[in-house]
Structures are given as C-alpha cells and as structure tokens.
C-alpha cells in the first residue's frame, strides 16, 4: 500500500498568511494526487487534483506543485473560510490512500 | 450540477446487516466510477470501495473485504453498498464519490451516519 504522509499535522496562521502544506508518498504515484478541504459536519470538497490542477470553481490563492513522490499545497492570504482540515490523496493504485490530515487554525 | 445523496445510515448491533444507497443526477450516471469513502467519529478519512462505470471492475479496503459488497444500477442512477457483519469500527460517515480517471474524487455527497453499537 502506498503510504501518505502529510506534514505539519497541525498548523496555526494569521488571517492574511500564506502557509504550504507537504505530502509525501512512500512510492512514486507521478502526478495522481489531489487535495481536499473539510470543515467540521460538511463533506470534503475538492481543491486540486492531478496535483497542480485546479477544481472548477476554487479561488486561485490555492495552488498545488510536486510529481513523484513530494507534493506541497499553498494557500496565500488566508481567509477566515480556509481554517479548516486539509488532506491530501493519492489515486494512482489501489487502496486509496489519503493522509492523515493538517488541520489550519487561527492564530 | 452534480447532486450525490446518500441515504441509508442508521444504528445497527455489531454483526448485523445494512444497505446504503446514493443517489446521482445532474450527470450520465453510466459514464463514472464510484467510490465510497468514509470517516470514523473525530478521525481521517479511509477509502472503502470502488466500482467502475460498468461495474466490471470492483475494489475494496482489506478492513471490509469479505463483509461490503459494492454495486451499482446505471438505469436508476445509483450506487449501493451493501455491509454485513458489522463491527464497531465500521462507525462512520459514509459518503459516495464521483471518481474521474483523471482528476480523482470530483464530487462528494453529504454522508450517511452508521453506527454500530449494542
């Protein structure tokens, strides 16, 4: 199975920061990797995918970069809306794999 | 737009059965795979099944394989998982995907609770 590891676990910003989340795969996985944003009691929605490519419909201040094995999500002037978890996936081979998690607070 | 409803969810005792369902429209059905993922109470999420467009091709996480059984009507729009032999850890939000080749998990619904306890 193809394990992911997403760093840091947890993270605190300040409304107008820009903070970068990284995953990293145990194998290469190229570029199938997405990343999804979850808040409390919703579903999780997606925000990136092939690692670079942005959802129909998301802001540009999230961007995605990596192939192989390490990816990195950014999200620049943060927003009150954005504190939230984020999880990163990859879905190049069975199982599917996500990360555990970063979880973005307000400082 | 793409509209995923699960349906389903309930409290069940550990070993007994449960059939979630979802619901699609706002595109060809027939035409994507499905995942169903879910989420275990203050936890990450976990992949559990896949199916694809012509159910052709299923998938399971080695935590259900043997007890979920993934299928699919393209004629009613949607996608079924049907459970058994539940345990406690199988307590979760259960939510169904739309899955793309290309582009992953595109569209997820709103979840289903399951909750298995005695």
């Known amino acids: 199975d193809i394990q992911m590891t997403q760093s840091p676990s947890s993270l605190s910003a300040s409304v107008g920061d820009r903070v970068t989340i990284t995953c990293r795969a145990s194998q290469g996985i190229s570029n199938r990797l997405a990343w999804f944003q979850q808040k409390p009691g919703k579903a999780p929605k997606s925000l990136i995918s092939a690692a670079s490519s942005l959802q129909s419909g998301v802001p540009s201040k999230f961007s995605g970069s990596g192939s192989g094995t390490d990816f990195t999500l950014t999200i620049s002037s943060l927003q009150p809306e954005d504190f939230a978890t984020y999880y990163c996936?990859?879905?190049?081979?069975?199982?599917?794999?996500f990360g555990q998690g970063t979880r973005l607070e307000i400082k | 737009e793409v509209h995923l409803v699960e349906s389903g969810g309930g409290l069940v005792q550990p070993g007994e059965s449960l059939r979630l369902s979802c619901a699609a429209s706002g595109f060809t059905f027939s035409s994507y795979s499905m995942n169903w993922v879910r989420q275990a109470p203050g936890k990450g999420l976990e992949w559990v099944s896949y199916?694809?467009?012509?159910?052709?091709?299923?998938n399971y996480a080695d935590s259900v394989w043997g007890r979920f059984t993934i299928s699919r009507d393209n004629a009613q729009n949607s996608l079924y998982l049907q459970m058994s032999s539940l345990r406690a850890e199988d307590t979760a939000v259960y939510y169904c995907?739309?899955?793309?080749?290309?582009?992953?998990?595109?569209?997820w619904g709103q979840g289903t609770t399951v909750t298995v306890s005695s």
């Open positions: 996936q990859q879905y190049d081979s069975f199982p599917l794999t």
């Open positions: 995907a739309r899955v793309d080749y290309y582009h992953g998990m595109e569209d």
């Open positions: 199916i694809s467009s012509s159910s052709s091709t299923k």
